[in-house]
C-alpha cells in the first residue's frame, strides 16, 4: 500500500540557510499535518492543511512557512535556519472523516 | 488546548514481566492514539480507540480507553526484548496532540 513520502530524508544546511521539504500524502487523504520532533522529545505540531487551505496551527516559527498543492503535496520552507532546528521532521496525512494518521519517514535536518 | 501527560517517562522491564503505561489527558479528546517509535524512526500506529470501555490488543500489548477518568493505558504482557522503543500516547480534536513518550528498554 503507498504511504507517505518524504524528502530527503536527510538534509544537512548551514546556520542562516533555508532549506525545503517535501510531503507527498497517501492518494486520497486530503488533509497534511507538519511535526517537529527534537532530540528525545515529543513530536510537537506545527501546521497542518485540509483541501489546499490551512486548517491549524500549532507552534510554528514565523520564519517557517508552508503550503499544499493542488496535487495535494505539502512543502514545508525553512528559512534564516538557526542550530536549534535541528530536529526530525515528520509529515503525516489523514482522510477528512477517518481516525487514521499516517506518518512519512521524516527528513532529519542538520544545522550546523 | 488539550495537553496529554504519560508516566513513566522511562522504563526499565525483564523479559516476562508485565507492566503498564498511563496516559492522561486535560480535555474531551475524540479518540485516543497508541504509536510505537523505534530510534531515529518514523512512527507506527499501533492502536486507535475511539469510545469509552474500548480495549485493543495486538500480540502483547492491550490498550484501553477511559473517557470518563480521561485515562487510557497500555498494558504490557510477558514483555520481550523485541519490545524496546518508545511509546507514545495521542489525543486528537482536529489535530494529533502527542504525550511525552514512554522509553521501554527490556532488558534479557
Known amino acids: 500500500a503507498a504511504g507517505v513520502i518524504q524528502s530527503p530524508r536527510h538534509l544537512i544546511k548551514e546556520k542562516r540557510e533555508t532549506a525545503t521539504l517535501k510531503c507527498y500524502p497517501i492518494?486520497?487523504?486530503?488533509?497534511v499535518y507538519w511535526y517537529q520532533q527534537g532530540p528525545g522529545q515529543d513530536p510537537q505540531f506545527l501546521i497542518s492543511?485540509?483541501?489546499?487551505?490551512?486548517?491549524d496551527k500549532g507552534s510554528i516559527p514565523d520564519r517557517f512557512s508552508a503550503q499544499q498543492f493542488s496535487d495535494y503535496h505539502s512543502e514545508l520552507n525553512m528559512s534564516s535556519l538557526e542550530l536549534g532546528d535541528s530536529a526530525l521532521y515528520f509529515c503525516a496525512s489523514s482522510y477528512q472523516g477517518s481516525y487514521g494518521y499516517t506518518f512519512g519517514s521524516g527528513t532529519r535536518l542538520t544545522v550546523v | 488546548e488539550l495537553k496529554v501527560e504519560q508516566n513513566p517517562l522511562f522504563l526499565s522491564m525483564q523479559e516476562g514481566k508485565n507492566y503498564t503505561i498511563y496516559c492522561n489527558y486535560s480535555?474531551?479528546?475524540?479518540?485516543l492514539y497508541w504509536y510505537r517509535q523505534d530510534p531515529g524512526k518514523s512512527l507506527e500506529s499501533l492502536f486507535v480507540l475511539l469510545s469509552n470501555g474500548a480495549v485493543k490488543q495486538e500480540g502483547r500489548l492491550m490498550a484501553s480507553l477511559d473517557t470518563k477518568a480521561r485515562l487510557s493505558t497500555l498494558h504490557i504482557t510477558a514483555a520481550v526484548h523485541d519490545l524496546s522503543a518508545t511509546y507514545f500516547c495521542g489525543g486528537a480534536t482536529n489535530k494529533l496532540i502527542f504525550g511525552t513518550g514512554t522509553l521501554l528498554a527490556v532488558q534479557p
Open positions: 492543511f485540509y483541501e489546499k487551505m490551512q486548517s
Open positions: 480535555t474531551t479528546s475524540d479518540r
Open positions: 492518494p486520497r487523504h486530503d488533509t
